[in-house]
C-alpha cells in the first residue's frame, strides 16, 4: 500500500498523534490541529497518515457494504504494519485515533501493540460487523480511551448503522470492565457534524490523561 506522511504542531515534541486520514482531509487537520491546542498545555506533533482505499485500508476483516456499494477489505494490518515504522523513538509516547472507520481502524490497532498509550475514537464505526464480538474475545492494550458518538447518529433507516449507539455503549462496558480509563462523550449532531473538533477533543483527552 501507499501512504503518505503529513507532520502538524512541534516535530520535537515527546506526544505524536497518529491519525489515518484520507484524501481530503489534510486540508482540514489545520483546523484539527488548533482546536486541539485550544484544549491542551501539552506539546504534540500530529501525525497524519493518508490511506488510498479508506474502507479497504481501515477495514480488520471483509464485510459486506453497508452503505453504497462498496464493500469492506481486510487491509488494517498492512496499515498498522506502516504506522508502527512511525513508533520507533522510545523516547517518544505514541497515541493512536481518527475519526468513523479511522476511529474503528484506532481501536483494533490499540488490541494489536501495546506501543499506543492512548486510542481516540471519535464516533468510531463500532457498528462494523463482529467488532464487538472481537473486543469480547481480546483485550484493549492502550492505557487509556476516549469514545464519543453524535446524539443522533443511530437516527438512521440502515439497520446495521442504527446499532451504533447500543454497540459503543457495549464497548464502553467491555473496556470498564477490562479496568480501563475510559470515558463515552455524547455530541450534539450527526455523524458529520464536527468531524474536526470532535477528533481535537479525543486526542486531547488521551494524551491529558496520560502525559503529566
Not at 489515518?20 to 491542551?40: F, G, H, K, N
Not at 455503549?169 to 468531524?195: I, K, M, S, T
Amino acid at each position: 500500500m501507499n501512504t503518505e506522511i503529513f507532520r502538524f504542531g512541534n516535530p520535537d515534541a515527546a506526544a505524536v498523534l497518529i491519525q489515518p486520514v484520507d484524501a481530503r482531509e489534510p486540508a482540514a487537520i489545520e483546523t484539527e490541529l488548533a482546536a486541539i491546542q485550544t484544549l491542551t498545555d501539552t506539546a504534540f506533533c500530529l501525525t497524519a497518515v493518508r490511506v488510498d482505499h479508506w474502507n479497504t485500508d481501515l477495514s480488520p476483516w471483509e464485510a459486506p457494504a453497508v452503505f453504497g456499494s462498496e464493500d469492506f477489505g481486510e487491509g488494517a494490518a498492512d496499515t498498522l504494519h506502516e504506522i508502527l515504522k512511525l513508533t520507533a523513538d522510545p523516547e517518544k509516547t505514541y497515541f493512536i485515533g481518527g475519526y468513523s472507520l479511522a476511529g474503528l481502524f484506532a481501536l483494533w490497532a490499540a488490541h494489536q501493540t501495546d506501543v499506543f498509550k492512548g486510542t481516540a475514537a471519535a464516533s468510531p464505526s463500532v457498528w462494523f460487523p463482529g467488532f464487538t464480538e472481537y473486543m469480547k474475545a481480546h483485550s484493549i492494550r492502550s492505557q487509556c480511551v476516549y469514545l464519543s458518538l453524535g446524539d443522533k447518529e443511530a437516527k438512521t433507516r440502515n439497520a446495521v448503522m442504527a446499532s451504533v449507539e447500543d454497540k459503543i455503549r457495549e464497548v464502553y462496558d467491555l473496556l470498564n470492565g477490562q479496568g480501563v480509563r475510559c470515558v463515552l462523550e455524547h455530541n450534539p449532531g450527526n455523524h458529520f457534524r464536527d468531524a474536526e473538533l470532535r477528533t481535537a477533543k479525543a486526542f486531547a483527552w488521551v494524551m491529558q490523561s496520560h502525559c503529566p
